[in-house]
C-alpha cells in the first residue's frame, strides 16, 4: 500500500509539472499578443483553468496578465480580488517590471472603486520603480492615471504638471496615440485654469496626430473641448465651426452638450432664433441627472434673457443653484483637504530629513570613534612627528564635518522658504472662489429680475465667510501661511476689537476691499478708510511685529 501510494504521488507530481509547463506557455503566448491584438490575449486567457495552477508564480503571472488584458480591453474592474494576487506576489519580489506593473494595476481597480486617495498613494509608491526601470511609456502610464485623479478632485494645476509629464514620456516612448491623448490633458487643464490660449495651442496639437492617426473618437472628442475653450475665449464662429467639422468629417452625431455649445455660441452672436432651435435638441438628449440639466439651465437662462423671457430665465437659474452650490462646497472643501495634505507631505518630509541628518550624524560619529580608536593605538609606538600628522589630518575631518552639516542647514532654510511661498500662493489661489462669488454678487445687486441667484450668492458668502466657523476658518489659513500672525496679532495688540480683528483677518488673506465691505456691510470707501486708520493705528504702535503687520497689510 505504501509503494502504491509513493507511485500515485509521483504520478501527480509528473501529471501538475506537465500541466504548469503547458500553462506558462499559453501565458507567454498572451503576453505576446498583448500590446497589439489585446483581445487575441484575453480569449486565450479565458481558456486557462485556474484550478490547474498549482506554482504561486504561475498565478501571480496569470493574475497580472489577466488584469493587463482586461484594462487593455476597456472592461471596467472594481474588484481587487485578482491583481491582488500578483501585488501580494511581486511586492517583495525582485522582478521590477512585474512589480511595478503589479501596483500600477491595484491602484487602477482603487480608482475605478473612487478610492483616489488610496489609488494616489499607490501610484506615488510605484513611481520609484517605474523611475528605475527607464521605461517611459511606463512612466507615462503612470503620470496620466495621476493627473486624471487631479482632475477628478478638480485639482487643475496638479493635473497640469502631471499631465506635462505623461506627454513628456509618451512622446519619448514614441507612443503618438498616447501622446494625443496627454496633449488634450493638458489643454483641458489650461482651459480649467482660464488660460484659453494655451489650451487652445494644445488641443489643436492633439487634434493634429488624432487627424493623422485617423482616430475619430478621440478627434471628435477634441473638437467638443476646442468648441467650449472657444466660447471661453469669445470667439462663437470658431465654436460652430469646430462642432460642424465633428458631423461633416467625421460623421458623427453632437451630444446633448455639444447642442448646448451651439445654442451658446448663436446666443453670443445674437442669433436667437437658432439658439432656441439648438437649445430644444439640447433638451431632448439631455440625460437626467442633477449635473447634465445644471448645465442646461446654465445654457438656457441667459438666451431667455435675451428674448425677454425673464420669468422664464429666473426658473432656469432657480433650478441650477442647488448644484451650483453643491459644487462650490465641494471645491471649497477641496482646497481646505489639499492644503492639509500639502501640510502632511511638508511635515513627512521634514521628518525624512532630519532622520537622514540623524543617521549621516551617527555615521560620522562612529567614524570618528573608529579614528580615535586608530590614534590612541598608533600613538602608542608612533613617533612625536607622527602623532602632529594624525592630529592635523583630524582637525580637517571635524572641518569637513562641520562643512557639511552647513550644507545641510542651508539645505534645509532654502526648502523652508519654498514651501513658504508655496503656502501663501496656494491660499491667494483656493480663496479665488470667494473673490469670484462676491463679485457675482456685487454686479447682481439691485436687480429685481436675478433677485432670487442674487439671495443665494449672499447665503453663500454669509455661510461661508460671515460665520463664526468661517472666520476661524479663515483665521487658521492666515496663521499657517504667516508663521501665525494671528496670533502674535492678539498677543502685542490686545486692545484691538473684533471688527478690527475681522478687517485685519480678511486683508491677510488676501480678498479686496469690495469683497470685505461685502462681508462687514460697510461701502468700500468706508472700508478703505477703516484699513488706513487701523493701519495707522499699527504704525503708531511700539510692538515688536510692527513692521510684518504693515507689510501683510500692503
Not at 483553468?49 to 484594462?71: G, H, K, Q, T, V
Not at 472592461?75 to 511586492?91: C, G, K, M, P, T
Not at 475681522?502 to 484699513?531: C, E, M, Q, W
Request: aromatic letters at 12%; one cysteine or more.
Amino acid at each position: 500500500m505504501r509503494y502504491f501510494l509513493i507511485i500515485l504521488s509521483f504520478i501527480f507530481a509528473m501529471v501538475a509539472c506537465q500541466s504548469n509547463t503547458t500553462i506558462q506557455e499559453e501565458l507567454s503566448q498572451a503576453e505576446a499578443y498583448l500590446q497589439k491584438t489585446p483581445d487575441r490575449a484575453l480569449h486565450i486567457l479565458e481558456q486557462v483553468d485556474p484550478s490547474r495552477i498549482w506554482r504561486n508564480s504561475i498565478r501571480a503571472r496569470y493574475a497580472l496578465l489577466y488584469s493587463m488584458a482586461l484594462d487593455k480591453n476597456y472592461i471596467f474592474v472594481e474588484s481587487d480580488s485578482l491583481i491582488r494576487i500578483a501585488r501580494d506576489f511581486y511586492r517583495h519580489s525582485n522582478d521590477l517590471r512585474s512589480r511595478y506593473l503589479s501596483k500600477f494595476y491595484y491602484g487602477l481597480v482603487l480608482h475605478n472603486q473612487k478610492e483616489n486617495v488610496e489609488a494616489l498613494i499607490n501610484y506615488l509608491e510605484a513611481e520609484s520603480d517605474a523611475l528605475r526601470l527607464e521605461d517611459p511609456y511606463l512612466l507615462g502610464m503612470l503620470y496620466n492615471e495621476i493627473s486624471d485623479i487631479y482632475k477628478s478632485q478638480y485639482d487643475y494645476p496638479n493635473s497640469l504638471k502631471y499631465a506635462q509629464k505623461s506627454y513628456k514620456n509618451y512622446h519619448l516612448a514614441g507612443k503618438n496615440h498616447h501622446s494625443s491623448y496627454a496633449l488634450y490633458n493638458i489643454g483641458k487643464a489650461y482651459a480649467e485654469l482660464e488660460q484659453p490660449d494655451s489650451a487652445e495651442r494644445y488641443l489643436l496639437a492633439s487634434l493634429d496626430i488624432s487627424e493623422s492617426l485617423r482616430d475619430t473618437a478621440m478627434a471628435s472628442y477634441t473638437l467638443a473641448n476646442l468648441a467650449i475653450t472657444y466660447i471661453a475665449d469669445d470667439k462663437p464662429e470658431a465654436t460652430i465651426a469646430a462642432l460642424w467639422k465633428i458631423r461633416r468629417q467625421w460623421h458623427t452625431d453632437w451630444s446633448y452638450s455639444e447642442y448646448t455649445f451651439m445654442a451658446t455660441a448663436y446666443r453670443m452672436m445674437n442669433r436667437l432664433d437658432s439658439a432656441l432651435h439648438y437649445l430644444g435638441y439640447a433638451k431632448i438628449k439631455a440625460p437626467s441627472d442633477p449635473q447634465s440639466q445644471a448645465q442646461l439651465n446654465i445654457t438656457a437662462a441667459p438666451i431667455h434673457m435675451k428674448t425677454g423671457a425673464y420669468r422664464q430665465a429666473a426658473e432656469e437659474y432657480r433650478h441650477s443653484a442647488q448644484v451650483q452650490d453643491s459644487l462650490v462646497r465641494i471645491s471649497l472643501r477641496q482646497s481646505y483637504a489639499n492644503l492639509h495634505r500639502d501640510y502632511i507631505e511638508e511635515q513627512q518630509h521634514a521628518t525624512s530629513n532630519a532622520l537622514y541628518i540623524a543617521r549621516q550624524k551617527l555615521g560620522l560619529m562612529a567614524a570618528l570613534v573608529v579614528i580615535i580608536i586608530l590614534f590612541i593605538g598608533y600613538v602608542a609606538y608612533a613617533s612625536r612627528r607622527k602623532r602632529q600628522q594624525m592630529e592635523v589630518q583630524y582637525m580637517t575631518a571635524i572641518d569637513d564635518v562641520q562643512q557639511a552639516n552647513q550644507i545641510l542647514l542651508l539645505r534645509l532654510e532654502r526648502q523652508k522658504r519654498a514651501d513658504t511661498k508655496g503656502m501663501r500662493h496656494l491660499i491667494k489661489d483656493r480663496f479665488g472662489i470667494v473673490n469670484e462669488l462676491a463679485a457675482t454678487y456685487y454686479e447682481c445687486k439691485g436687480a429685481n429680475e436675478q433677485k432670487a441667484i442674487f439671495n443665494k450668492v449672499k447665503t453663500i458668502l454669509d455661510t461661508y465667510a460671515s460665520s463664526e466657523a468661517g472666520k476661524q476658518e479663515i483665521e487658521e489659513l492666515v496663521n499657517a501661511c504667516y508663521n501665525d500672525v494671528m496670533a502674535k496679532v492678539r498677543q502685542e495688540l490686545p486692545l484691538l476689537k473684533g471688527p478690527e480683528l475681522d478687517l485685519l483677518r480678511y486683508i491677510y488673506a488676501g480678498f479686496s476691499l469690495r469683497v470685505i465691505s461685502l462681508f462687514t456691510g460697510d461701502s468700500i470707501n468706508y472700508t478703505a478708510v477703516k484699513k488706513s486708520r487701523l493701519k495707522a493705528k499699527i504704525a503708531a504702535s511700539d510692538v515688536p511685529s510692527k513692521e510684518l503687520f504693515i507689510n501683510l497689510m500692503s
